[in-house]
Every structure is written in structure tokens, then in C-alpha cells.
Nanobody, 123 residues
Framework: QVRLVESGGGLVQAGGSLRLSCTASGRTFSDYAMGWFRQAPGKDREFVAAISWNEVMTNYADSVKGRFTITRDNAKNTVYLQMNSLKPEDTAVYYC????????????????WGQGTQVTVSS
């Protein structure tokens, strides 16, 4: 079992930045690919970014490319999402996901999910 806890959300003005963190416990963190998803009110959950266990591979949704960066620190069991140039349309609950297979993370079928952290971007 892997437990994921997100933090770092909050209220920020458009153009601002936030850094989300997701800390894992329960299993060997470096065995898992990690990802970030988000869900806005009334919308389906959507993929944001993913990273392989060894950081060799990263993948981003087109809507966040060039603005968001996913990284991980295996020594700290934590994955990060640096969000810059935030827009009101980035407002959502952000979730992290984990799975041994990055293909499962990319498609939203990750085996483990956190509870989410709210990000609100004001215009």
C-alpha cells in the first residue's frame, strides 16, 4: 500500500506561481512512476504531468507545457509540481498518482491516489 499526501495548494493571482508537493509512504518510492492530475468543478479529471521513477522521462499536457515542471526527490519520497504563469483556468483540485508502470499513470489508471489539494487562481 502507498499513501500519498499532497500539499502546497492555495489562492494565487493570475501570473503567479505555486509549488505542489506529494509525499509518499508505505512502499519504496523509487519503484513508482508519479503523476499529477487535476479536476475542475463540473469537469472530468485530466492529466497534467508525469515522471518516471528515475526522472528520465517526463510528460506534460499541452495546456501546461512551458509553465509547469514535474520533478521528484527519491531521497525525500516526494514529487513536486512547480507551476508558473498560472491562469484562472488552472483552478482545480490537484491530485498526485503513483503506479509501478508509467503507462498506467499517464492514462489515469494509477493504482494509488492522494486526496488532493485545491489550487485557485484569481483573475
Amino acid at each position: 500500500q502507498v499513501r500519498l499526501v499532497e500539499s502546497g495548494g492555495g489562492l494565487v493571482q493570475a501570473g503567479g506561481s505555486l509549488r505542489l508537493s506529494c509525499t509518499a509512504s508505505g512502499r519504496t518510492f523509487s519503484d513508482y512512476a508519479m503523476g499529477w492530475f487535476r479536476q475542475a468543478p463540473g469537469k472530468d479529471r485530466e492529466f497534467v504531468a508525469a515522471i518516471s521513477w528515475n526522472e528520465v522521462m517526463t510528460n506534460y499536457a499541452d495546456s501546461v507545457k512551458g509553465r509547469f515542471t514535474i520533478t521528484r526527490d527519491n531521497a525525500k519520497n516526494t514529487v513536486y509540481l512547480q507551476m508558473n504563469s498560472l491562469k484562472p483556468e488552472d483552478t482545480a483540485v490537484y491530485y498526485c498518482a503513483a503506479d509501478p508502470k508509467i503507462s498506467e499513470v499517464l492514462t489515469g489508471r494509477g493504482g494509488y491516489w492522494g486526496q488532493g489539494t485545491q489550487v485557485t487562481v484569481s483573475s
